[in-house]
């Protein structure tokens, strides 16, 4: 069974930097291809970020371009996404997620989620 922890939300001041991190367990890791979604109050859940199995193509949402950066560790087992400059508009739970195969950027296709952390940028 795969597990999927995150961590590293927390509260930020606008213009600020976090790294969420996930740890993964319970498959091979680089069979898995990882994604990050975040979820705002009221609102649906959005791609943010998925990176290929063994890092060589990475993908963002027009929103996070230029600011965040998606990254792996297959010896970890752990993904990460920088987040630089954020903004009140990144505020949400974001999730980490996890697919066999192909990368993707349609939240339905992962089969595996973390728990979720917030993320709260103060303005």
């Known amino acids: 069974q795969v597990q999927l922890v995150e961590s590293g939300g927390g509260l930020v001041q606008a213009g600020g930097s976090l790294r969420l991190s996930c740890a993964a367990s319970?498959?091979?890791?680089?069979?898995?291809?990882m994604g990050w979604f975040r979820q705002a109050p009221g609102k649906e859940r959005d791609f943010v970020a998925a990176i290929s199995r063994f890092g060589g193509g990475t993908y963002y949402a027009d929103a996070v371009k230029g600011r965040f950066t998606i990254s792996r560790d297959n010896v970890k087992n752990t993904v990460y996404l920088q987040m630089n400059g954020l903004e009140p508009e990144d505020t949400a739970v974001y999730y980490c997620?996890?697919?066999?195969?192909?990368?993707?950027?349609?939240?339905?296709?992962?089969?595996?989620w973390g728990q979720g952390t917030q993320v709260t940028v103060a303005s």
């Open positions: 319970g498959l091979t890791f680089s069979s898995l291809a």
């Open positions: 997620a996890a697919k066999s195969g192909t990368t993707s950027i349609t939240s339905y296709e992962y089969e595996y």
